[in-house]
């Protein structure tokens, strides 16, 4: 898998894209929004590692613009920017996944590598149909246009109507893991799904929040 890093931290660079490497990875490092942009007009990445704070720009435009180059490219970000506020802008941005520096080398591979889940084709519920091959959302036939982890998250909670699922169950399923933190992460995606249920015409609350303990997918 080619992964371009776009990081202008030589040390972080290196440290990233060696990991990447002896994980069988093709790693192209872009220190500047410049350089990583023309990269991806000659050759579209089959996955993208973005800093937030680069010398020429914002990696949240990087994001945004190799979304427009290609939709369903998954794009991690890599930064030192850990408040709330910074993770849910990447996700609003485009982003699949956020880390944050530093980072424990088998998180950062473990979140590159997150498992495919074997569900069946076409899940519908409440007007909400997932098609599982194309990693695809629709709402009564409007795509969602959801990310790769917002699909999954959505998977696992269709899989299971009516039912509450921890956060814990959540994080595991979607990244392999249950030791995310305090479940910004997850917050910050399931924010993202309501706003494109919303903007679909649809009714956000059929994703319920249990305070405290998880999400629940309740039609309405």
């Known amino acids: 898998m080619l992964i371009l890093v776009v990081e202008d931290d030589e040390d972080y660079a290196e440290v990233a894209a060696e990991l990447l490497r002896r994980d069988s990875h093709e790693a192209v490092i872009a220190g500047t ?98 098609d599982a091959a194309n990693q695809s959302a629709y709402l009564d036939g409007i795509n969602l246009n959801c990310t790769r982890l917002e699909f999954e998250i959505l998977e696992q909670m269709v899989a299971y109507p009516g039912q509450v699922l921890l956060h814990a169950f959540l994080t595991e399923r979607v990244w392999g893991y249950s030791n995310v933190g305090d479940g910004t992460l997850l917050k910050g995606h399931i924010s993202s799904i309501r706003r494109k249920i919303r903007d679909a015409g649809g009714n956000e609350n059929i994703i319920r929040t249990v305070h405290g303990v998880g999400y629940s997918f309740t039609p309405v």
């Open 33 to 130: 929004v410049k350089s990583a942009l023309r990269f991806a007009e000659r050759r579209i990445p089959d996955m993208a590692v973005v800093d937030v704070l680069l010398p020429d720009g914002s990696g949240l435009d990087v994001c945004r613009q190799l979304r427009e180059l290609q939709a369903s490219l998954p794009i991690l970000f890599l930064s030192s920017l850990d408040r709330a506020s910074d993770v849910v802008a990447g996700f609003s941005s485009g982003g699949d996944d956020y880390v944050t520096k530093p980072f424990h080398p088998n998180e950062f591979i473990a979140r590159v590598t997150s498992p495919e889940h074997g569900l069946p084709p076409r899940i519908a519920g409440k007007g909400l149909e997932l």
